[in-house]
């Protein structure tokens, strides 16, 4: 695998490869960009086929953070960490304590949080030794499980993508096919049924749909059909790559919008097929910034209610989306990878002017 040809292209700063031969610890930081702040996002652990798949994992996952906080006005960068590993064979208390002081030698230039299979748990042995993590329990000042506030953003976007689609106003009425009603899905549906909404629910567990069904009045549809149903809104909620050539064509939603990340299995050929369908697509990392917009809060001192507020925000700053991809006839997603860039390269150019302003005044003191 040709590394550094990869980190060109994709644009990264840096690459960490940690290992601990005692706990068997194997673990790769990736640090994209720190433009905006220092580089934040979770850590995954997942028992990897092969290193390059890791690789793969964290160079992808780290450039999308630098979008999603670039978009959303976050003065964070983008980063990520994968542990290689089965979860229920390797994790101990010596892991994450060893992975917490790779954190910790990055002096902060990365700042980890939980993602797939890493619970606050783990996290707070993590934090045992290092001060550059971020999602601890509540009870410890943190922020806790992001996933009601990365659902109450999610049903933001659902309402500015009804507005600017359908012209409505509010969702009374509209009707939402939400597929896999976990952390994020459950809470959704349950905002969407209090908005008024009609709300179809599948998932490859059938409790969570027994539950969604019997608590918040959902309608039960088959695994197959969900993405299927004659609605106004498709929430994909549950994994990524679930947008492709095959599913596209029989989605008969005017729009989609859902918590999942990486949602289009091609970005490149599958955001045009959306839009050659009239469908409108709310580009996942915007509309699912609710969880790095809690995290943020966390590190600032958090307040609930204000990261809920700044959540809501996910509704403007979709709008700018939708008007912006209109307005330049280019998909949605592009649109608001065009709002990340610019903002990054303007950011970028201050810093160089600086330097440079900076660099003549030395030399004109010391000539
Ligand atoms: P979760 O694991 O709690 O929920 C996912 C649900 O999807 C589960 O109930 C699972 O049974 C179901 N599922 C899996 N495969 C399915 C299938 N083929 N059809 C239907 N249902 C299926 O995860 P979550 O935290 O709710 O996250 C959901 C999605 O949102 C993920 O893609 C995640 O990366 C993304 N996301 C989550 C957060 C957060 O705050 N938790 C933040 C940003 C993005």
């Given at each position: 695998m040709a590394i550094f040809e990869d980190l060109t292209t994709m644009g990264h700063e840096q690459v960490v490869f940690c290992h601990d031969k005692t706990t068997g610890l194997k673990a790769i930081i990736a640090v994209h960009d720190t433009t905006l702040g220092p580089a934040l996002g979770g850590c995954r652990m997942w028992d990897y086929k092969s290193d390059e798949e890791a690789i793969r994992d964290v160079l992808r996952l780290s450039r999308g953070m630098t979008y999603k906080a670039a978009v959303s006005g976050l003065n964070l960068g983008g980063g990520k960490s994968v542990i290689i590993g089965d979860p229920k064979k390797l994790k101990s208390e010596a892991l994450f304590r060893t992975f917490g002081r790779f954190v910790e030698s990055l002096g902060g230039r990365y700042i980890t949080a939980e993602d797939v299979n890493i619970r606050v748990s783990d996290i707070e042995q993590v934090a045992l030794e290092t001060?550059?993590?971020?999602?601890?329990t509540n009870r410890a000042g943190g922020s806790g499980d992001p996933s009601p506030v990365t659902a109450w953003g999610v049903f933001n976007g659902i309402r500015a993508s009804v507005q600017y689609k359908?012209?409505?106003?509010?969702?009374?009425?509209v009707s939402v096919a939400v597929q896999g009603c976990g952390a994020v899905g459950s809470h959704l549906v349950e905002y969407l049924v209090n908005a008024g909404a009609r709300v179809f629910v599948a998932d490859i567990d059938s409790e969570k749909v027994r539950l969604n069904v019997k608590q918040f009045g959902a309608e039960a549809a088959s695994l197959d059909d969900i993405h299927k149903l004659a609605v106004d809104v498709y929430a994909?909620?549950?994994?990524?790559?679930?947008?492709?050539g095959k599913t596209i064509p029989e989605i008969r939603a005017s729009i989609i919008a859902g918590a999942?990340?990486?949602?289009?299995?091609?970005e490149a050929v599958h955001g045009p097929m959306i839009k050659e369908r009239g469908i409108l697509y709310a580009p996942d990392y915007v509309i699912n910034a609710g969880g790095v917009i809690n995290v943020y809060q966390e590190l600032q001192g958090y307040d609930a209610d204000i990261a809920k507020k700044k959540a809501a925000g996910i509704y403007d700053t979709l709008l700018n989306v939708f008007k912006q991809a209109d307005e330049k006839g280019i998909t949605t997603n592009q649109a608001s990878n065009q709002i990340a860039e610019k903002r990054l390269n303007e950011v970028r150019g201050m810093r160089d002017l600086r330097n440079t302003l900076r660099n003549q005044n030395w030399w004109s003191h010391n000539q």
């Open positions: 001060r550059y993590v971020s999602g601890v359908l012209k409505k106003e509010d969702l009374k009425g994909p909620c549950a994994l990524g790559g679930t947008l492709d999942a990340n990486n949602q289009l299995l091609d």
